[in-house]
């Protein structure tokens, strides 16, 4: 049973590539990483095969307050061990934790309020906002999709339940709609 | 209708634990678990776990029948986790079932046999209650 040997650093390296105004790489590490599928058991992705960790550069003056206490989860749960919920459940997989880390650098952007972050035990991560009469879930599966759940108990909105794939979630117009929903409702109430 | 022992009746109260790390601060509602604590193990997992005892079955979500165990027993690999109960009447109200897979280390151990749907997930985290929270909430 190894860790993941995930770290998420984003005080010393320069990234050589780019998301938007940040930057995410990988870097050769001395860990691999197994996978699995539901339909051919056990895998090794070459992509993980050669992640040792993850480093964060955020080219972003005024990071919230809470971007701190939310990269210390993110550390803690990239790094649980298999079993974490003694029911099981899978080491966080390496595709769940780039598009996490994806996926909070453009809610940055969006000056979006603190989240809640869990591991699931299928190797995916779940953020979650639970405030001002709104449920609202994202799920980022292993296999790089996201789903996103989002509930008005006002009923001011229908509920949402919707599925995407990461690469394309920045552009996607329907994704940043019900981002900006979100953001919406909340300031307004 | 997934498989149900309908011998185990409707008041019969069950517990699931709740790790740390699943447990978060929800703004309208309290400490809680978050909704995907309630997710039916992975299919290799449960066949690895399972197997051995002669368990052929799609996997389930694993509990407790709380008659039956001690919540010392039912955390004693990690005390800190926490533990939510509900009764069978509400997983069948959801269309679940349950069936008994007693194991050598835990001969209470049954699973909640089913799709567990965002609506299902849903209606568990707002409808459970804690016997014991975790002494950390880390989500």
């Known amino acids: ?189 | 209708m997934p498989d149900d022992d309908t011998s185990i009746v409707g008041d019969t109260i069950l517990w699931r634990r709740i790790p740390q790390d699943q447990c978060i601060d929800d703004k309208m509602r309290g400490r809680r678990p978050t909704s995907k604590a309630f997710q039916n193990a992975t299919p290799e997992r449960h066949a690895e776990v399972m197997g051995p005892f002669g368990y052929t079955h799609d996997p389930g979500m694993s509990v407790d029948i709380a008659s039956e165990t001690t919540e010392e027993n039912f955390i004693k690999n990690n005390p800190v986790e926490g533990i939510v109960e509900f009764p069978v009447s509400l997983i069948r109200d959801l269309n679940q079932g349950i069936i008994r897979t007693p194991i050598p280390d835990d001969p209470a151990h049954c699973e909640v046999m089913g799709k567990k749907t965002q609506g299902v997930q849903k209606r568990l985290y707002r409808e459970c209650v804690w016997v014991k929270e975790p002494d950390e909430c880390l989500g």
Do not use: C
């Open chain 1, 1 to 189: 049973m190894s860790e993941n040997n995930l770290a998420f650093n984003d005080d010393d390296f320069q990234a050589p590539q780019g998301l938007s105004s940040h930057g995410i790489t990988t870097y050769p590490g001395a860990s691999t990483s197994t996978e699995r599928d539901t339909f051919s058991g056990a895998w090794t992705s070459p992509q993980a095969h050669n992640v040792g960790g993850i480093f964060v550069t955020i080219n972003r003056e005024n990071v919230p307050e809470w971007f701190e206490n939310t990269k210390e989860k993110l550390e803690r749960i990239f790094n649980l061990p298999e079993n974490w919920d003694s029911y099981g459940a899978r080491q966080i997989a390496i595709g769940s934790a780039l598009g996490t880390i994806e996926l909070i650098l453009y809610l940055l952007e969006k000056n979006i309020p603190e989240p809640s972050v869990v591991p699931i035990n299928t190797g995916g991560v779940q953020i979650e906002w639970h405030m001002k009469n709104i449920d609202f879930e994202i799920e980022i599966q292993p296999e790089g999709i996201f789903d996103i759940y989002m509930e008005d108990l006002s009923n001011e909105f229908d509920e949402i339940d919707l599925e995407f794939e990461k690469p394309e979630f920045r552009s996607d117009i329907e994704f940043n709609d019900v981002v900006d929903l979100f953001m919406e409702k909340i300031n307004q109430r």
